[in-house]
């Protein structure tokens, strides 16, 4: 081999060299070129992986929170539903408790009531019995009295109602209803006793043969009745009209008597002072 071909050669060689070293730089180049590329890729992907984890702590924050919050508000609920139930369950309680004793009050308040009304019952029809019993007596009483009271011609001659002889007949023509009656007791000795619109004095008294005087007021004037019978009608008029009273003595006593004065029922009523 001549000089010339080795330094040919050399060159040669030279140039393969030089065209790899500059082909290694270019590679070496773009692989720098990639990596940075790449490496911006992986900080941005980190940035958004950090922000991501940052979001996630927080979310995980904000539900663990929310779940705290739950938990309490669900305990506190809980706790205050389980007071107010007991406290419901107390209250029906007693309220059942109340129920069955005003129940059980009721129930014997009611038997009470039950054997009082059939006691109140049994008293009313025993009073009811009685009632009739003494209906059917006073009945009784009143035919009989009726029996007994007797139609009479006063001393004027004029005839008379029905004369009571004592106070069970004259109650008996009180109740009839045809005239007034006031009964009354005059002494011997004392003034005129006011009785209806009249006055009336007793002057004397005979028990032997029950016998009697007396004074009448009436009118503005003086009427004597001498020596006059039991249960004789003493007749006169009184009043503007003139009206016919009667006056019947049927007690005669030392120095006193006991009858009643008949006036009709449109006779003047006493004053009563």
């Known amino acids: 081999m001549t000089e010339e071909d080795f330094y040919e050669e ?22 720098l070129a990639w990596i940075y590329f790449l490496q911006g890729r992986l900080e941005a992907a980190e940035s958004k992986l950090h922000e991501a984890q940052e979001q996630n702590l927080q979310e995980a924050a904000q539900q663990a929170e929310m779940r705290r919050q739950l938990l309490a508000t669900t305990e506190a609920f ?14 029906a309680a007693a309220i059942l408790r109340q ?3 005003a129940n059980n009050r009721l129930a014997a308040r009611m038997s009470q ?23 059917a007596s006073t009945r009784q009483e009143l035919a009989n009295t009726e029996q007994q009271l007797h139609a009479a011609l006063g001393d004027m001659g004029v005839q008379s109602g029905l004369i009571a002889k004592n106070s069970s ?3 008996y023509l009180r109740h009839r209803g045809d005239r007034n009656y006031y009964a009354f007791t005059l002494r011997k000795g004392e003034p005129p006793i006011a009785i209806s619109t009249i006055k009336l004095r007793l002057r004397k008294t005979n028990t032997k043969h029950s016998r009697y005087t007396l004074e009448i007021f009436s009118n503005d004037k003086r009427v004597e009745k001498k020596n006059r019978d039991l249960d004789e009608p003493l007749q006169f008029y009184s009043g503007k009209p003139p ?18 004065l008949s006036t009709p029922k449109s006779a003047p009523q006493p004053v009563v002072p």
């Not at 809980?78 to 209250?91: C, L």
């Open 10 to 31: 050399e060159r040669s060689s030279s140039g393969i060299l030089i065209l790899v070293a500059g082909a290694a730089f270019i590679l070496a180049l773009g692989a």
């Open 169 to 171: 007949e004259l109650e």
């Open 113 to 135: 009531q039950e054997a009082d009304t059939k006691k109140q019952v049994s008293g009313v029809n025993n009073a009811v019995s009685s009632v009739r019993t003494d209906v």
């Open 99 to 101: 129920q069955q004793n």
């Open 243 to 260: 009206l016919l009273f009667e006056v019947v003595i049927n007690e005669v006593g030392k120095n006193e008597v006991s009858g009643y």
């Open 78 to 91: 809980g706790a205050k539903v389980g007071i107010t139930q007991r406290e419901i369950e107390a209250r």
